[in-house]
């Protein structure tokens, strides 16, 4: 990838020293890596076959020190040094069933009476909300904070004022957070999807829940809907006060093999900037196919933007936009 967007090693290990991954490679200590085009190495930190995942620690790059808990299905993602050790054939026999266990499809189409009484709510809490926002909108320069991929500070500052009023910053800052790391850890992500699907404003396509405690305290059906709801209000008022009724967004992916259709997906991630695009598009030495698309995008499909949410400021510069899923668009 550019190293003016992402960090990556210049001399990666070969290939040759690697083989793809099984999951009898799933054992403690071991140290993987991505089979993404850094190469991004790992190191396994957890198995946990009661609810179908294993957890890995980054040890590279700008997520350094961050773990992933993945479900054991991503095990195909990664690779392992050709000497790594093997788990014995029972531990591996309750891995198999564990993915058996929990492999297993759920869809949730759109109910159209749902969808009414969510756009409703949005729409009235864009009302409550306008007032407040104009009043406080700083002077954006959008063109330069695209062009420096930084967020604005006092947006954010009124951004958290607004959750906070509604009790439901903790939980933005933890969906962003996921979200920008990696939206397949755990199943932060997975649980908000479901809920939109709920609420009718885009179906799920997916895998069931692994986690019993998803929907727990403080992480509830209740407050996820609230804070769809009040985002997707937020950000979509921001970005009308801004004079955006489209805004030009950008995808950039690279893959080892064919693309294949996926299920529609019901968040996505896409970026204002075309060198971010193009630093994925950019692939690695093994890369066989890569995209990259621009697309106008109505802001309402918005959810979060980096110009007003600060883990999209942190460890990565990528001005981010994180789309509401449209299985109609190209994008």
Sequence with gaps: MTPSVYQSDPQPAPESDFIDAELSHLLVGSRPRLRDARRTPLKVTRVIPAVGSFEVEIEAFEDQGAKWQLPLTAINRLQFPRDARRA??????????????????????????????????????????????????????LADHIRRREGNDQLAMLFKELLDEHALSDLDEQFARSFVSNPHSGEMVKGH???????????????????????????TKRRR????????????????????????????????????????????????????????????????????????????????????????NDRYREAEAILIGDPGSGL
């Excluded at 699907?197 to 692994?210: D, F, K, M, W």
């Excluded at 921001?238 to 995808?251: F, H, K, N, Q």
């Excluded at 692939?283 to 959810?303: D, K």
């Design 88 to 141: 014995p054939e029972e531990v591996v026999a309750e891995l198999r069933a564990a993915v058996a266990r929990f492999d297993q499809p759920l869809e949730i189409p759109i109910d159209a009476g749902q969808r009414a009484r969510a756009c409703e709510r949005i729409h009235n809490t864009q009302a409550e909300l306008r007032d407040r926002l104009l009043s406080g909108l700083p002077r954006v320069n």
């Design 225 to 312: 809907e609230q804070h769809l709801i009040v985002r997707i209000a937020a950000t979509q008022a921001l970005w009308a006060a801004l004079g955006c009724g489209e805004i030009t967004l950008y995808r950039g992916a690279a893959s080892d093999s064919p693309f294949t259709a996926r299920p529609p997906a019901s968040f996505v991630s896409a970026t204002f900037s075309e060198d971010v695009a193009h630093a994925h598009y950019s692939g690695g030495p093994t890369t066989h196919t890569a995209i990259l698309c621009r697309q106008r995008v109505p802001i309402s499909r918005l959810l979060l933007t980096f110009l007003e949410t600060p883990a999209m």
């Design 193 to 219: 999807a479901i809920v939109l699907a709920e609420l009718g404003i885009c179906p799920y396509s997916g895998t069931i829940i692994r986690d019993p405690s998803t929907f727990d305290e403080p992480w």
